[in-house]
């Protein structure tokens, strides 16, 4: 069944269309006269109301192929590949089309609210602005919209002419995701949310986030390091390591039972919410992620692998079906070499 519904930056959707479809994402900065590589042929597709978590440690490209989706990347980065939004490919279409995707299409929650927020305007009238803006609506009919989305996010009436330094860290995430809800976007990015804050805010802003978006089918992606935290709000996760994703699948299928050594070892690396006994140190794993300039054959990981085989050495990689509607770049996860059918 193709049931036409009209997007909220103008154009139609049909339910047979992805929401956004990441085809073969790169992302190149230029340093120092060479070219690093920092996203390299990153494949996924959202559809409405998906929620989906990006893991990997500090490096592996999680923020550049996040912000790269909306072209909001840093300037000077070479950005190749499709970020088709709603079929739309977001890499080469006009400015002002894009401008019209952002805010109303997709929403930003950036890390660190206190440098992404105006510090000289009140939080009402932070929010106000892109409702008026978007959704061509008078001021008055835009402060009532926004007063209702920051109590819903726990910021009291009385309280919305503040300013931002008038707000504990917490409470200005809280705004952040009102901001991002303010248009009412199809697809929600949220670039480590909640760093920063203490893990009771965390668990709480992340469950805020995960409710606002439930009954209205918005689309998440989340970045964090934090993989128990993703396994609580998001239905699927993706994995990366070296500009690559090497796992993807439904979130506990992927914890529980990972394809991916370096997945093993991240999941060994943190504590599952509410499981005090899995609070236990970092395994840690040794060696360091391959630099980014480095030509590499074979799989990124061989180095630090400790299931190494001589073929992940010589070896071309990609994400190989592991299962259904999971996927990991190992060989050992195929079939042949012992893998879930
Ligand atoms: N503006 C930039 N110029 C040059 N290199 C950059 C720039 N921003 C990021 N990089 C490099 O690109 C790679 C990916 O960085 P990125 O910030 O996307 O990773 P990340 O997984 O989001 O890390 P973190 O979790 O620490 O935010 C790293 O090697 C980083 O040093």
């Known amino acids: 069944m193709t049931t036409e519904a009209p997007g909220a930056a103008g154009k139609t959707t049909t339910e047979d269309t992805p929401l956004l479809e990441v085809r073969d994402l790169h992302v190149t900065y230029r340093q120092g006269g060479n070219d690093v590589p920092a996203v390299r042929g990153v494949d996924f597709t959202l559809a409405?109301?998906?929620?989906?978590?990006?893991?990997?440690?500090?490096?592996?490209g999680k923020s550049t192929m996040a912000l790269s989706l909306l072209r909001l990347q840093d300037r000077g980065a070479r950005?190749?590949?499709e970020v088709l939004f709603r079929g739309e490919n977001l890499?080469?279409?006009?400015?002002?089309?894009?401008?019209a995707v952002r805010w109303a299409g997709a929403s930003v929650v950036f890390q660190g609210a206190m440098s992404a927020l105006n510090p000289v305007r009140t939080v009402l009238d932070q929010i106000v602005e892109p409702i008026v803006l978007h959704d061509k609506v008078r001021v008055s009919e835009a402060e009532?919209?926004?007063?209702?989305l920051l109590d819903s996010v726990g910021i009291p009436a009385r309280r919305v002419r503040g300013y931002p330094h008038e707000f504990s860290g917490g409470q200005r995430q809280r705004v952040m995701i009102a901001m991002a809800l303010?248009?009412?976007p199809d697809l929600i990015i949220a670039d480590e949310?909640?760093?920063a804050l203490d893990v009771m805010v965390q668990a709480q802003i992340l469950e805020l986030l995960a409710e606002?978006?439930?009954?209205?089918r918005i689309a998440v992606m989340m970045i964090t390091h934090d993989l128990s935290l993703l396994a609580h709000t998001c239905d699927r996760l993706a994995v990366m390591y070296a500009g690559r994703i090497v796992e993807l699948g439904p979130s506990r299928q992927v914890l529980q039972a990972p394809e991916h050594p370096y997945t093993r070892a991240l999941s060994r690396a943190f504590p599952t919410i509410g499981d005090p006994a899995s609070r236990r140190a970092p395994a840690g794993l040794a060696g360091d992620p391959p630099r980014p300039s480095r030509t590499s054959v074979g799989c990124d990981f061989a180095d630090r692998c400790p299931d190494v085989l001589p073929v992940c050495r010589t070896g071309e990689m990609q994400l190989w079906p592991a299962g259904p509607g999971r996927s990991a770049a190992c060989v050992r996860a195929?079939?042949?070499q012992g893998g879930t059918p």
């Open 48 to 60: 409405p109301g998906d929620t989906l978590g990006i893991a990997g440690e500090s490096g592996c």
């Open 182 to 184: 303010a248009c009412r």
């Open 79 to 81: 950005v190749e590949g």
């Open 91 to 99: 890499l080469t279409t006009a400015w002002s089309r894009l401008r």
């Open 334 to 336: 195929l079939p042949d």
């Open 212 to 216: 606002s978006v439930r009954e209205s």
């Open 144 to 148: 009532r919209r926004a007063t209702e």
């Open 193 to 195: 949310p909640t760093t």
